[in-house]
């Protein structure tokens, strides 16, 4: 990098052309980023369109296919699993999402007010946060499938028989939808905050000049101010929904748990790809995935506009 | 809820408690349901870090143990192999020690090759005039709205094909380069103004030293935010290591965790030594996490955008 010392008292722009500077400073562009394109084409782009050439076969080995067309995808209508697969992401979606929002926006709501004690109540909420996945599927295992879990106490004083939750698959969903809360909710409430902190502080005092009370400007001015935000916050758990791998993998393991009521759709993608190794299959499910997620951001962004402009 | 959020909604955002309202019944409800909140949030973690003191009878004990009534440190050590350890012995011992180090190893080589490529790419998106500038950096983030599980066929038949199963290779190389960490560093570079880098070439320097000399340690903050989410990302990374790693040697941390499970390895699952792994395992993204915040949360909540 001797031209980083070439001393030169003008600008850049009175350097002779086809000085050795000249060419440096034309080049230097593309050899910032060509580290970056060179690792993020092989191994970021490419995959992304080799998935779907990948997707028209049947993979007898690594390294042996045969074309078989469309066929990995016809097979999407018949598979039984993907079908509850794909209900049950749905299901614990609709629960998920309007509870994430509920419950953040209320969280940094209160905490958003010089309130005793709230930036402990803020860390406290964000801990679970920055734990790995798979130890938060290790605690609520034991927590919420144990015999041996403290739940157990709890239910013993309200005279509950308590044998664990997984074991009952009426109980599975509910167990996931609690750990994807707890996991999720101190992650939406700092996105709420920022939102709720870019909200000037005089709005609510006009309105409370003019007799609104706390609901009513919580409804007024909170709300619509905050619907991009809000927005934001379901699209990410929409998303997060139909890629979650690690906490189920951990919970109720590849299968699904009993009677596959906690099947979703992270597990059955790797599922079909790395045990049962069909990879062209598992590649239409990944793509088929990926459409599902693409249409509903773009239904959520549209209704959002559309509400907005209104 | 909400309504009783809401009860005193028109207090400044910052500034001093007022007195007249301190004690209302509205101000013990909001408290109370924020302690509720809190002790849901923190139980899991007493539980995992008493759990880790006491011995693997008084965890499967009915009814528990809220308090361990002989609490020891003998898990740590039987985890970490300083006693001698079933467990570590069926594999072929290979201890917490030696996967907390592998852990090590891959995040941080990944983190700085990551916050190095990106800023140079951000650095280059953001201040520098080249053909195809936008039109590059617009198809990187297009493909950001695809899903990583797309990915995982190809991405596991490409390592095969290079022969690089059963190495660190598969967690390091890709990790190296991407696109939100681009995004994110050249949203920080356009905040650098456009004189400081004109007067760092007037002054002589050339691209790379305006970029390292000048503009690199005006963007720290953003590097640091960056550095902490993707560390994160590779110290807690499970589905690479599940995929791709089969030799305990090379375990990192979550697959370690994974493999004590008696579903994996068949035999009963000693949860003590798992609660105890756990802890150690979330500890050091916990520690930078209390010291780093303000950081932390800025990498995160952008982080949000992929």
């Not at chain 1, 993998?249 to 790395?274: E, H, K, N, P, W």
């Not at chain 2, 320097?205 to 560390?231: E, N």
């Amino acid at each position: 990098m001797g031209v980083v010392s070439t001393p030169s008292t003008l600008g850049p722009a009175s350097i002779p052309p086809k000085s050795r500077y000249f060419i440096w400073e034309k080049a230097a562009p593309y050899v910032f980023i060509s580290p970056f394109f060179i690792l993020f084409g092989i191994f970021g782009a490419f995959p992304i369109l080799f998935a779907i050439w990948i997707s028209f076969q049947d993979w007898k080995s690594v390294r042996s296919s045969e074309y078989i067309g469309l066929k990995n995808y016809a097979r999407l209508f018949t598979d039984e699993n993907f079908h509850i697969a794909l209900s049950n992401t749905v299901i614990l979606g609709i629960l998920v999402v309007p509870l994430m929002v509920i419950l953040s926006l209320s969280f940094a709501n209160v905490l958003n007010r010089p309130i005793r004690g709230r930036v402990i109540y803020r860390t406290a909420y964000f801990l679970p946060v920055v734990t790995s996945l798979v130890v938060v599927g290790i605690l609520f295992d034991f927590l919420l499938g144990s015999t041996y879990s403290p739940l157990g106490s709890v239910m013993q004083i309200f005279d509950i028989e308590y044998k664990g939750f997984l074991n009952k698959p009426e109980f599975i969903k509910p167990a996931i939808l609690i750990m994807i809360l707890w996991r999720w909710v101190g992650y939406n409430m700092m996105i709420m905050l920022a939102g709720l902190q870019s909200i000037p502080y005089e709005l609510y005092e006009a309105a409370r000049i003019d007799g609104a009370n706390g609901l009513q400007s919580f409804l007024n001015i909170t709300v619509p101010l905050m619907r991009r935000v809000i927005a934001f916050a379901a699209i990410l758990s929409t998303i997060g929904m139909f890629n979650i791998f690690e906490e189920a993998y951990m919970l109720v393991g590849t299968s699904g748990g009993v009677d596959r009521a906690g099947l979703l759709m992270g597990l059955i993608i790797y599922r079909q790809a790395f045990q049962s190794f069909n990879f062209g299959y598992a590649s239409a499910l990944a793509y088929a995935n990926a459409v599902i997620i693409i249409v509903l951001s773009f239904l959520q962004i549209f209704a959002t506009e559309r509400a907005a402009s209104e | 809820m909400s309504q009783r959020v809401e009860a005193s909604a028109a207090s400044p955002h910052t500034g001093p408690i007022s007195p007249t309202k301190a004690i209302s019944l509205g101000w013990i409800f909001t408290h109370l349901l924020l302690l509720i909140a809190l002790l849901v949030f923190i139980f899991p973690f007493y539980w995992m870090v008493s759990s880790s003191l006491k011995p693997l009878e008084d965890i499967y004990i009915v009814p528990v143990q809220f308090w361990p009534t002989r609490p020891s440190f003998n898990n740590y050590l039987e985890i970490a192999g300083l006693i001698p350890s079933d467990e570590i012995d069926f594999r072929g011992g290979v201890s917490l020690v030696r996967t907390f180090l592998n852990s090590t190893i891959i995040a941080v080589i990944n983190t700085a090759g990551n916050v190095f490529l990106a800023s140079l790419a951000g650095y280059a998106f953001a201040k520098l005039r080249f053909k195809g500038r936008n039109a590059l950096f617009l198809s990187m983030l297009a493909t950001m709205m695809i899903p990583n599980s797309v990915g995982l066929v190809p991405n596991y038949l490409i390592m095969a094909w290079l022969k690089w199963i059963n190495t660190w290779y598969p967690l390091i190389i890709p990790g190296l380069a991407t696109p939100f960490a681009v995004f994110w560093m050249r949203q920080y570079m356009t905040t650098v103004p456009d004189e400081m880098i004109e007067a760092a070439r007037i002054d002589g320097c050339g691209p790379f030293a305006t970029f390292w000399r000048v503009v690199a340690p005006v963007v720290l903050p953003g590097m640091a935010a960056l550095a902490i989410f993707s560390f994160m990302g590779h110290w807690n990374a499970f589905m690479g290591p599940l995929i791709f790693l089969n030799k305990p040697e090379l375990y990192t941390l979550p697959l370690f965790l994974a493999v004590l499970d008696s579903r994996v390895s068949g035999r009963p699952t000693p949860i003590h030594l798992i609660f105890t792994a756990s802890f150690v395992s979330i500890m050091p993204i916990l520690l930078v996490f209390l010291f780093a915040q303000r950081y932390f949360i800025a990498g995160l909540t952008a982080g949000s955008l992929k």
